[in-house]
């Protein structure tokens, strides 16, 4: 059974920093990609950056560009999203998935985790 599981969430004031974790375990196929979602209140769920755990490509969305770093433990199947430089607009639950293909399109992942609530205050 694929399981993902978040942890890291939390209030934050405006310019500082979260460190959010997705603990994976199930998946025994190494190609495969997390990625890192995020839903505001009234929003659509949009993506936020990815990595193939294969070969650590990575991908982000043009507004978390500079600010948010992703990154791979293999050997604690471990997804971290660094998240530097928080603005208000950043609040939304998180959550982090798996799929089979690389990209920040929701419809490309099959598992997802539970979510983490990330608030941003000014």
């Known amino acids: 059974e694929v399981q993902l599981v978040e942890h890291g969430g939390g209030l934050v004031q405006a310019g500082g920093s979260l460190r959010l974790s997705c603990e994976v375990s199930?998946?025994?196929?190494?190609?495969?990609?997390i990625g890192w979602f995020r839903q505001a209140p009234g929003k659509q769920r949009e993506g936020v950056s990815c990595?193939?755990?294969?070969?650590?490509?990575?991908y982000y969305r043009d507004s978390v560009k500079g600010r948010f770093s992703i990154s791979n433990d293999n050997a604690k199947n471990t997804v971290y999203l660094q998240m530097n430089s928080l603005k208000p607009e950043d609040t939304a639950v998180y959550y982090c998935?798996?799929?089979?293909?690389?990209?920040?399109?929701?419809?490309?992942?099959?598992?997802w985790g539970q979510g983490t609530q990330v608030t941003v205050s000014t």
């Open positions: 199930g998946i025994t196929f190494a190609d495969h990609t």
């Open positions: 998935a798996a799929g089979w293909y690389t990209g920040l399109s929701a419809q490309l992942y099959d598992f």
């Open positions: 990595i193939r755990r294969l070969d650590n490509t990575s």
